[in-house]
C-alpha cells in the first residue's frame, strides 16, 4: 500500500538561456536531483509535465528561454492504472458502476491525466471502430483518492441531468463502512451541521453560518480494539463529509492525518484513511427500475478489521 498522506515534491522551473533548445527529457534530469531520464518520461507520458501552464505530453518539446516548467510527482505508481472487468459492477447504455480501488484519483490532477478513474474511463468506453468519438462521461460524484468503493457514471447525454439531479435530491442512497478511532456517542446517532472549508488548514468544518447542510448518519456496526466498525449513510454528498464529521464526534477515521486520525494502533500502521463505499441505491433514470449494489471491504480494511477484532 502507498501512503496516502506523502506529500508531492513540485518542481517550479525557469529555463535560462544556456538551457534553451534543450528537450524537455534532457532539461528536467539536469536541474532536478535523482531524476533519471526514463523517469522523466514516465511522468510527462502521464502528464505530471507543464511547460507555461499546459500539460505536456511530448518528451521531445523544445524549450525556450524563460520558459515556465513545472514538475508534479504525486508518488503513486507512474503505470497508468486500467479498468478490469472485475472493477465493473453494472453497466448498461446510460450507467457504468465501478468499484473504485484506493489510492486512484476519480479525476485528472497536476502530477497526472494518465491512469486516472476518468482518464481509465476513456480508455475502457473508446469504440474501437470510431477511434475519433469521445466518450460521453458524466462525472456525477467523487471519491476521494484514499477512499474505495462503488462510484457512479453516466455515460449517455440522456442519463446525465438526471442522474446529476437524483444525487442533488438525496434520491441516491449511499453507504459507507468506515474504521475510526474510539466508540462513537451512540451505538446508532445522527450528526447535522453546516460544513464549510477552511482556506487556513484546508479542512472541512463545521460553521454556525454559511456552510452547507450536511447530514451523516451512522450505526456502530463493531466494536474493536480501541476502535470501531462504523456503518455510514450520508443524506447529502458534501466533500469530507464523513471525514469530518467523524471527526467532530471525537471519532476520526483510523488514518486519516488531515482530520486528526491515528496512524497507527498496537504497531499497525494506518497508510490511509479507511473509508469504503460499500452500498449504493437509486432508480434507473430511465427504466425506474430499482437498482442495489454493494461490494465487500477491500483487503487492507478486512486485515486491519480482523487485526483489531481483540478477543
Known amino acids: 500500500m502507498i501512503n496516502a498522506f506523502k506529500k ?46 499546459q500539460r505536456m505530453r511530448a518528451a521531445s518539446r523544445e524549450l525556450k528561454a524563460a520558459d515556465q516548467v513545472e514538475l508534479y510527482l504525486d508518488h503513486l505508481p507512474l503505470q497508468p492504472w486500467r479498468i478490469s472487468p472485475g472493477d465493473v459492477v453494472f453497466q448498461d447504455k446510460y450507467l457504468l458502476v465501478i468499484n473504485k480501488p484506493a489510492m486512484i484519483e476519480t479525476q485528472p490532477t497536476h502530477a497526472r491525466y494518465k491512469g486516472t478513474l476518468y482518464e481509465a474511463l476513456q480508455v475502457y468506453l473508446q469504440d474501437p471502430f470510431r477511434p475519433h468519438q469521445k466518450p460521453v462521461i458524466g462525472m456525477i460524484q467523487r471519491l476521494d483518492r484514499s477512499t474505495s468503493g462503488l462510484i457512479v457514471f453516466s455515460i449517455h447525454q440522456q442519463a446525465h441531468k438526471k442522474m446529476t439531479d437524483m444525487f442533488k435530491t438525496s434520491a441516491v442512497d449511499k453507504t459507507y463502512q468506515a474504521l475510526v478511532s474510539g466508540r462513537p456517542p451512540l451505538v ?80 499497525r500502521v494506518f497508510e490511509r484513511p479507511l473509508l469504503h463505499a460499500q452500498r449504493i441505491r437509486f432508480l434507473h433514470p430511465l427504466t425506474a427500475q430499482q437498482l442495489d449494489f454493494s461490494v465487500p471491504m477491500p483487503e487492507d480494511m478486512q486485515q486491519i478489521r480482523q487485526f483489531l477484532t481483540k478477543e
Not at 528537450?23 to 531524476?35: A, I, K, S, T
Open 188 to 267: 446508532v446517532g445522527e450528526i447535522r451541521s453546516l460544513l464549510a472549508r477552511s482556506r487556513r488548514d484546508n479542512r472541512v468544518h463545521t460553521v454556525i453560518a454559511g456552510g452547507k447542510l450536511a447530514i451523516t448518519r451512522y450505526r456502530v456496526e463493531l466494536p474493536l480494539y480501541e476502535s470501531s466498525l462504523v456503518e455510514v449513510q450520508i443524506l447529502t454528498g458534501r466533500s469530507h463529509q464523513i471525514r469530518a464529521h467523524m471527526a467532530e464526534s471525537g471519532c476520526p477515521l483510523l488514518g486519516d492525518k488531515r482530520y486528526g486520525g491515528v496512524m497507527s494502533l498496537d504497531g
Open 8 to 53: 508531492w515534491d513540485i518542481h517550479r522551473l525557469r529555463v535560462d538561456p544556456t538551457h534553451a533548445g534543450m528537450r524537455l527529457d534532457q532539461f528536467l534530469p539536469q536541474v532536478v536531483n535523482d531524476l533519471s531520464r526514463t523517469l522523466v518520461r514516465k511522468v510527462i507520458d502521464i502528464g505530471g509535465v507543464h511547460v507555461n501552464g
